[in-house]
């Protein structure tokens, strides 16, 4: 049975509508969450010279790892490279409001920490930033998740997190994996 032109251009308006509403509940919710939740895409725009890292700048070799300012505000720093993490173990407290600051000198990498929502993208040339609270404790893997080359499966981090009370960073604020406390 042949369908008339008629009834074609119904179906095709009544779709047409449909994936119209589809569109609209999309962007409403896009619009309701970012207005009324603050929730947004990623908009941290932030700029880091790969020929400088480890040498000078935020990156620089000392200034790796795990600080708390004297603010309060506690952030880790950390390079991604073909094929390892700088540095490879990340300690942070539990239950603290957190910052993770990546960035990388070659190509393209990307970070999650299982068990938790962490996850992002680290471009060359940008810095990649993450805000956090670590709610378990324990040692929690931080593979690449995104291929970078032959040594891709190899690249793995460890973010220890601890509890508040075993967070002792030194005089300068820095804490690390290794340090005895
Ligand atoms: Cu770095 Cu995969």
Redesign the pocket.
Not at 143 to 149: A, D, N, Q, T, V
């Given at each position: 049975m042949a369908m008339s032109e008629q009834s074609i251009l119904k179906t095709e308006l009544r779709w047409a509508l449909i994936v119209g509403g589809i569109v609209a509940v999309i962007l409403g919710t896009i619009l309701y969450t970012a207005v009324s939740m603050g929730i947004n895409p990623p908009s941290n725009h932030e700029f880091a010279d790969p020929k400088t890292l480890h040498l000078s700048a935020e990156f620089t070799e000392s200034n790796l790892g795990t600080r708390i300012d004297p603010n309060g505000q506690i952030t880790a720093r950390v390079i991604?490279?073909?094929?390892e993490f700088v540095p490879g173990c990340i300690i942070l407290p539990a239950n603290r409001d957190v910052t993770m600051r990546f960035t990388?000198p070659d190509?393209?990498?990307?970070i999650l920490v299982t068990g938790t929502n962490v996850n992002t993208m680290?471009v060359p040339g940008y810095v990649a930033q993450v805000h956090t609270r670590f709610t378990k404790t324990g040692d929690l893997l931080m593979?690449?998740?995104?291929?970078?080359?032959l040594?891709?499966?190899q690249?793995i981090a460890t973010v220890r997190v601890v509890p508040p009370e075993q967070f002792h960073p030194d005089a300068e604020g820095r804490a690390a994996c290794g340090k005895p406390s």
């Open positions: 991604a490279t073909q094929f990388t190509v393209i990498h990307g680290i593979p690449c998740h995104e291929f970078c080359g040594g891709h499966s690249m």
